[in-house]
Nanobody, 115 residues
Framework: QVHLVESGGGLVQPGGSLRLSCTAS????????MGWYRQAPGKERELVAK???????NYADSMKGRFTISRDNAKNTVDLQMNSLKPEDTAVYLC?????????WGQGTQVTVSS
């Protein structure tokens, strides 16, 4: 079992920045992928960005150049730096852990971009 706890969401104006953090605990396997997904009301959950334990990253096209994912393997954390936020970035952001085709989800943190 892996437990994920997110933090860092909130309300921000368009053009602003937020940094999300996720801490994993429990039975963590050294080779894994951690990432962030988001789900807006009435929409399907979508990938934001993910990063392997070796540091390889993958971003959704609409997030490239604005968002940066990073991780600290020693602390079992994954962060998402979000810049130039837009109203359409408003969603619940969920942390994901995937290893050996077993995945876990955090409860999510709300990000609202509004003036």
């Amino acid at each position: 079992q892996v437990h994920l706890v997110e933090s860092g969401g909130g309300l921000v104006q368009p053009g602003g920045s937020l940094r999300l953090s996720c801490t994993a605990s429990g039975n963590i396997f050294g080779i894994n992928v951690m990432g962030w997904y988001r789900q807006a009301p009435g929409k399907e959950r979508e990938l934001v960005a993910k990063i392997t334990s070796s540091g390889r990253t993958n971003y959704a096209d609409s997030m490239k150049g604005r968002f940066t994912i990073s991780r600290d393997n020693a602390k079992n954390t994954v962060d998402l730096q979000m810049n130039s936020l837009k109203p359409e970035d408003t969603a619940v952001y969920l942390c994901n852990y995937n290893s050996v085709n077993i995945e876990y989800w955090g409860q999510g943190t709300q990000v609202t971009v509004s003036s």
